[in-house]
Nanobody, 125 residues
């Protein structure tokens, strides 16, 4: 049974940084495309970033492009999301997800097979 566990969320002031981590267990991490999504109160879950199995390709939502960096360490079964210059509108629960199918777009939530429980990120103004 694949499990994903996020960590690294918290309260940060606007302009600050956070690094989120997501550890995968119960599966072969290197076989999955990994993604980060977020959901703010009253809003739909939205794509943030994704990374291919071998880290060759990365994808970002326009809202985080230039401020966010997704990376992975296949030896540690962990994917990371570094977020800089945080804004209050970045406040959300952040979820990591794993996709077994490498032919997907990587940006659509329904393509992902496994999800973590989420970690809260709150950015104060």
């Amino acid at each position: 049974q694949v499990q994903l566990v996020e960590s690294g969320g918290g309260l940060v002031q606007a302009g600050g940084s956070l690094r989120l981590s997501c550890a995968l267990s119960g599966g072969t991490f290197s076989r999955y495309v990994m993604g980060w999504f977020r959901q703010a109160p009253g809003k739909e879950r939205e794509f943030v970033a994704a990374i291919s199995r071998g880290s060759v390709s990365t994808y970002y939502a326009d809202s985080v492009k230039g401020r966010g960096t997704i990376s992975r360490d296949n030896a540690k079964n962990t994917v990371y999301l570094q977020m800089n210059s945080l804004k209050p509108e970045d406040t959300a629960v952040y979820y990591c997800a794993a996709d077994r199918d490498v032919s997907g777009t990587g940006v659509k939530a329904h393509e992902y097979d496994y999800w973590g429980q989420g970690t809260q990120v709150t950015v104060s103004s």
